[in-house]
């Protein structure tokens, strides 16, 4: 049988990724496309009243966002998950107050049901193969609170596209661009609060393709939607 690719993720890519360096990973020196996505989460918090107090990131790389929040909400608990191991060592090492471990999205069990009230989960269901993407929906959904918020951001394409990491020549893994955030709002277990779509550099000249990002928060609830 074919190696799942969270497998190939455990065992060399997370930490292949972390070293290539692709993203700049620290809390003080953000890119323009970090900062203003955590901004968006903020503002969010900000115009509903909330204060988070316990926070999961799952492929929170090296925790820089998850130091982001606690800087800002210093009561809460935060948490991550991600598969480098490289990546955890180092962000447990240089970011006080939080706390990561090697792992993936379908096995949170570490965690019990409902504990978070915030999920966050930010360029990488695009990354988890097909196989196990039920799984890690169900973990995610499974460790959030009632009334808790599910933060996506994520590839929001015209059109649905698998694009080959090509980084990987010896194994095949994908990059799943798709509508991941409408699996859950199709269930209406969770109810859309806010969405932004933004368009990478060089993304939106009359036509998009794969280049558009959303940024969602979903609450989840149902209290509305039934009769
Ligand atoms: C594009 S990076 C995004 C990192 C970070 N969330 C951010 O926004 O900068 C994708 C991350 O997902 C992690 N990842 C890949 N497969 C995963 C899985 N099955 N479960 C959890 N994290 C995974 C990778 O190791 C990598 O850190």
Not at 21 to 41: C, R, V
Not at 106 to 127: A, E, P, Q
Not at 159 to 166: A, M
């Amino acid at each position: 049988m074919s190696k799942k690719q969270e497998e190939i993720y455990l065992e060399k890519e997370g930490d292949r990724w972390y070293t290539r360096g692709e993203h700049l990973l620290n809390s003080e020196d953000l890119s323009e496309h970090h900062k203003h996505e955590i901004e968006a989460h903020f503002r969010y918090f900000d115009k509903n009243k909330m204060a988070p107090k316990r926070i999961l990131e799952v492929g929170c790389s090296n925790g820089y966002a998850l130091k982001i929040y606690k800087d800002r909400y210093k009561d809460s608990e935060c948490f991550g998950v991600e598969p480098s191991s490289k990546a955890v060592k180092e962000g447990n090492e240089k970011f006080e107050g939080i706390k990561l471990f090697v792992g993936t999205g379908s096995d949170l069990s570490r965690f019990t049901d409902g504990y978070f009230d915030i999920v966050l989960v930010k360029g990488v269901f695009c990354w988890i193969g097909r196989d196990t993407l039920f799984k890690s929906l169900s973990e995610i959904d499974r460790v959030l609170c009632k009334d808790g918020h599910l933060i996506i951001g994520d590839y929001l394409p015209e059109y649905q596209i698998k694009n080959r990491n090509h980084h990987l020549k010896e194994e095949e893994i994908y990059c799943f661009k798709t509508d991941h955030s409408k699996i859950f709002l199709s269930s209406h277990i969770y109810t859309l609060m806010y969405r932004e779509v933004e368009f990478w550099e060089d993304g939106y000249k009359g036509k998009f393709g794969d280049n558009r990002y959303e940024i969602t928060i979903m609450k989840k609830s149902y209290k509305d939607y039934y009769y």
